[in-house]
């Protein structure tokens, strides 16, 4: 009976919109209705039959919804609407509901998911489909780089609101866009475009390095197109174009690539050394629109068969797929808990350089494996060689110092005992612990430690775990944090030119860290006593120097703002009044 009520409803009101969605294995319809400048949103459920009527949110100047889209998702059908000047609303629908009859509207509760962009000319219609959910596809909106251009299929993440991808349609849009099983629908011109599409799991890394790629306006993907004639819709023809983009020198008679559903299924069963080479040869064929949604699913299937298969990992794939830059860490969390189960330094230093999203206990759970690992065996790991180069550069800065005399850029270090007088010869002398400092850890271990002292965190979120290292571990990061800030207040750096470096803000911030998180262990413990005794009169030297450049600074600041002579001939002679 509630299904005739449904119906009658739609003869006595404009009908502006209607679905049906199967949920939890039963089916419900949703459609739209318009009575009288009042727009309304019926809920028809059949097991209990039920018919609830909503009410939508009015605002000021703002008609009704131009385009529906309805999905089910954890027990809730999400319901995303839009509206003409460029807002996204998401309002959630629960699965079971009791009856309040049909006369009775209920407001519907609203959330913004979106704002697009407007151009300068007046919209007069849209359509938007939701893919996951954090993505929503959208046509009849402009680019925003594109000027006014309205025909664009665009894909929004609404979690970060940013452009994930576009495409530019040939012909008019007629604001209509379906999806089903992984493929949009797009009709334009005299054509129907279906664009099959991936959406990568949400993360903010991935959505920065795709936004990117929103900047290409030869944006191509593999579609199926079907044509019709203005005279007859039944005489379609259909025709496929798989575009395989080459290198110059490649032949037309070259193997195409696989598909990334085939190359999955040979990372299953295929020997390691044949997954290698096809993997290789995957990311040398495959276009780089298509290559940034699938490097996740191959690093991902990669990953798992090596979790599972002992004798399986290959190293080279993964090297592969991180040079493409493709990857982050929340594409595939389980690569670096998988290289430090390997033992794959290499990796993990590789993965440190590009991923922007490591979580603190990631980056954690990877430093106390390092500092962990005898430096016996650390020394026979391959890395990078800019690194190492940086720690042998460091080591030989030191003698480089001592025959210029161990002046820092014309001044001294002040002492750092208390008690030493004010006399030129000990003004003159060289910090000792300067002089005697030696790397406490070995190059290869200094350079992975490098890697981790350049990784983004926060503060608060890192504290916790710094407190899950041990005391000998926490000592010999401390030292080699002491070595690097020495070395560099002794301008040793300045002979090491365009290597990754950490900064001194970057030693001192994890100094600061790590005493924060082991405060009171190192204030007990007998052998921290001398560490931290070190670091106490360097600080205070430290701020003796800073004090003394202080005194100064009104001097410097006057030769600074004094105005320069337009022509001194061979010499000059100025008196410059300071005080």
């Known amino acids: 009976m509630d299904l005739f009520k449904s119906v009658s409803f739609l003869f006595n009101s ?24 009042e727009h309304c949103l019926y809920v028809q459920r059949f097991n209990p039959n039920t018919l609830v009527k909503h009410s939508f949110e009015t605002e000021p100047g703002l008609s009704a919804p131009i385009s529906f889209s309805a999905t089910c998702r954890g027990g809730n059908i999400h319901l995303l609407y839009l509206y003409l000047n460029g807002t996204v609303y998401e309002s959630l629908l629960p699965l079971r509901r009791s009856s309040t009859g049909a006369e009775g509207a209920q407001a519907l509760s609203r959330s913004l998911c979106l704002s697009l962009p407007l151009g300068e000319e007046k919209l007069m219609s849209g359509a938007a ?79 920065m390095g795709k936004l990117k790629e929103t900047s290409q306006s030869d944006y191509k993907s593999r579609s199926f197109s079907s044509y019709w004639t203005a005279q ?82 290959p190293q080279c794939a993964f090297l592969q ?24 330094f290499h990796l993990c230093q590789i993965a440190f350089q590009i991923f922007s999203d490591i979580p603190e206990a990631v980056t954690c759970a990877c430093l106390k494996a390092i500092l962990s690992t005898p430096d016996s065996e650390m020394e026979t790991v391959n890395l990078d060689t800019g690194s190492v180069m940086f720690m042998k550069e460091l080591t030989l800065a030191q003698r480089r110092s001592d025959e210029e005399g161990g002046q820092l850029n014309g001044f001294c270090p002040p002492a750092l005992e208390s008690d030493v007088s004010d006399t030129p010869s000990n003004k003159l002398q060289r910090d000792p612990l300067a002089l005697d400092m030696s790397c406490p850890v070995g190059l290869h271990k ?24 041990t005391v000998p571990q926490v000592i010999v990061f401390l ?6 800030y020495f070395k560099y207040s002794h301008d ?13 803000s970057q030693i001192i911030d994890w100094v600061c860290l790590l005493l924060d998180a082991h405060f009171t262990v190192l204030a007990v413990a007998p052998e921290t006593k001398k560490l931290v005794s070190d670091l106490h009169k360097f600080v205070r030297s430290q701020v003796k120097l800073y004090a003394e450049l202080g005194k100064i600074e009104g001097s410097l600041q006057v030769l600074k703002n004094s105005k320069q002579s337009e022509a001194f001939g061979m010499y000059a002679i100025q008196v410059i009044e300071l005080f």
């Open 14 to 37: 404009f009908h502006r919109w209607s679905s049906i969605i199967k949920a939890e294995h039963q089916h419900v319809v949703l459609f739209s209705t318009e009575k009288r400048g």
């Open 129 to 207: 489909v939701v893919l996951d959910e954090a993505h929503v596809a959208v046509v009849g909106f402009p680019h925003p780089s594109a000027g006014a251009c309205k025909d664009y299929l665009c894909i929004w993440n609404t979690h970060f609101q940013t452009l994930q991808a576009c495409r530019e349609m040939t012909g008019r849009i007629y604001s209509q866009l379906w999806c089903y099983s992984g493929k949009l629908y797009v009709p334009h011109g005299k054509m129907l475009s279906v664009i099959p599409f991936e959406c990568q799991k949400s993360s903010l890394a991935a959505a």
């Open 232 to 313: 007859s819709y039944s005489d379609v023809t259909q025709s496929t174009e798989i575009k395989c983009r080459m290198s110059s020198k490649s032949n037309s008679n070259a193997k195409c690539a696989l598909t990334v559903e085939q190359l999955i299924e040979h990372i299953k069963i295929s020997a390691l050394e044949d997954v290698q080479a096809e993997v290789g040869e995957f990311i040398r064929r495959t276009p780089h629109a298509d290559l940034q949604l699938a490097a996740g699913r191959v690093a991902l299937e990669l990953v798992s068969r090596s979790q599972t298969d002992a004798s399986f990992y």
């Open 321 to 344: 797929l991180l040079e493409t830059r493709y990857l982050c860490y929340s594409v595939c969390p389980e690569l670096l808990s998988l290289a430090m189960v390997k033992k794959d």
């Open 446 to 469: 200094g350079a992975l430690l490098n890697e981790v002292l350049q990784t983004a965190y926060s503060d608060r979120p890192l504290l916790p775990h710094l407190k899950d290292l």
């Open 479 to 484: 030292q080699y944090l002491r070595f690097l």
């Open 492 to 504: 040793a750096h300045k002979h090491i030119q365009d290597l990754r470096t950490p900064s001194i």
